[in-house]
């Protein structure tokens, strides 16, 4: 073999390699570290909480499937295939006796062009009238695709009322390319550690992670059934089952989320799901799973008034 074509293979094989090791690490890897320690909850602190305040509990829970689009399973998943998997941005509506509270309000088509999100005008406007009637109205996180329906709305003094962010949510609002309704300048957010239960059933807590104002929703039905909304903690129920996480591009470069933190909280999901298995786990955009809960009757499609 001549001296030139063994330094140009040697060359090629360098490029490679480098070029593997890159994407490993870039794409390939959605495996939490080695020496990671699960985030601490405590499920029966969870469920006491949730009975703290007197009153009905919910007798159902309705969703919204206000925009959908589609990703590849890798950003999901790191080390997934390309083959893209339909997303959504969901709307939950939990109907107690006396309160709905509405979980997320998704985003309208102007913030989700850029997703290439395709929006259902008829589920974002039942979604508008709902909050219009909603007695509480809380975000799991303040990116656009779950707080943009607050922050577009267009009477945003008429549902001041109901709002129930925490102080990180408004505060990391700009962070992301959002901005604070003016009229609502004078707005209190609701500060709080660990866990608040702000309806019977109905409990906060806190998760930052994936963005600093994080939190899970649990909500207990009158049924006895259970809950867990966990926002973008993980996207799919995918990453709930294996323990795995977006890959590095995504979570770290573009998301600009505390890695670490958000594979200890999968982790800790992980194992509460092999624990738990009747509490429902309800990630941020995985279609598959919504349909599931809604024929599995967990759920009910749409909003009603």
Do not use: C
């Given at each position: 073999?001549?001296?030139?074509?063994?330094?140009?293979?040697?060359?090629?094989?360098?490029?490679?390699?480098?070029?593997?090791?890159?994407?490993?690490?870039?794409?390939?890897?959605?495996?939490?570290?080695?020496?990671?320690?699960?985030?601490?909850?405590?499920?029966?602190?969870?469920?006491?909480?949730?009975?703290?305040?007197?009153?009905?509990?919910?007798?159902?829970?309705?969703?919204?499937?206000?925009?959908?689009?589609?990703?590849?399973?890798?950003?999901?998943?790191?080390g997934d295939?390309?083959?893209m998997?339909?997303?959504?941005?969901f709307?939950?509506?939990?109907?107690?006796?006396?309160?709905?509270?509405?979980?997320?309000?998704?985003?309208?088509?102007?913030?989700?062009?850029?997703?290439?999100?395709?929006?259902?005008?008829?589920?974002?406007?039942?979604?508008?009238?709902?909050?219009?009637?909603?007695?509480?109205?809380?975000?799991?996180?303040?990116?656009?695709?779950?707080?943009?329906?607050?922050v577009?709305?267009?009477?945003?003094?008429?549902?001041?009322?109901?709002?129930?962010?925490?102080?990180?949510?408004?505060?990391?609002?700009?962070?992301?390319?959002?901005t604070?309704?003016?009229?609502?300048?004078?707005?209190?957010?609701?500060?709080y550690?660990?866990?608040?239960?702000?309806?019977?059933?109905?409990?906060?807590?806190?998760?930052?992670?994936?963005?600093?104002?994080?939190?899970?929703?649990?909500?207990?039905?009158?049924?006895?059934?259970?809950?867990?909304?966990?926002?973008?903690?993980?996207?799919?129920?995918?990453?709930?089952e294996?323990?795995?996480?977006?890959?590095?591009?995504?979570?770290?470069?573009?998301?600009?989320?505390?890695?670490?933190?958000?594979?200890?909280?999968?982790?800790?999901?992980?194992?509460?799901?092999?624990?738990?298995?009747?509490?429902?786990?309800?990630?941020?955009?995985?279609?598959?799973?919504?349909?599931?809960?809604?024929?599995?009757?967990?759920?009910?499609?749409?909003?009603?008034?």
């Open positions: 073999m001549p001296r030139w074509l063994r330094i140009a293979l040697t060359i090629v094989v360098v490029l490679l390699i480098a070029a593997a090791g890159a994407y490993y690490w870039y794409i390939g890897d959605g495996n939490p570290p080695g020496n990671l320690q699960p985030s601490r909850f405590d499920i029966e602190a969870v469920r006491a909480k949730a009975d703290e305040l007197p009153g009905g509990r919910a007798s159902e829970v309705r969703v919204e499937t206000v925009a959908r689009f589609d990703f590849p399973a890798v950003a999901s998943v790191g295939g390309w083959t998997v339909p997303m959504a941005a709307s939950y509506q939990v109907v107690l006796p006396t309160d709905t509270v509405i979980i997320d309000t998704a985003f309208p088509a102007a913030m989700g062009a850029s997703l290439g999100a395709r929006i259902d005008d008829d589920a974002y406007a039942r979604m508008e009238m709902a909050m219009a009637d909603a007695t509480q109205i809380v975000v799991t996180h303040e990116h656009s695709d779950h707080i943009g329906g607050i577009a709305y267009s009477d945003p003094v008429g549902i001041a009322r109901a709002l129930r962010l925490n102080p990180e949510q408004l505060a990391s609002l700009p962070r992301y390319g959002l604070w309704p003016s009229q609502l300048s004078d707005y209190a957010p609701i500060d550690s660990d866990m608040l239960s702000i309806a019977p059933g109905v409990v906060l807590i806190r998760a930052p992670g994936h963005t600093p104002g994080s939190q899970m929703v649990y909500v207990k039905r009158e049924d006895g059934s259970e809950l867990l909304f966990i926002g973008d903690i993980g996207w799919t129920l995918r990453n709930v294996t323990g795995k996480g977006r890959p590095r591009l995504l979570s770290q470069f573009m998301l600009n989320e505390d890695r670490d933190a958000v594979f200890a909280q999968l982790a800790m999901l992980k194992a509460l799901h092999e624990a738990a298995p009747d509490l429902v786990i309800v990630p941020g955009h995985d279609v598959a799973a919504i349909d599931a809960l809604i024929a599995d009757g967990a759920m009910s499609a749409q909003f009603r008034m």
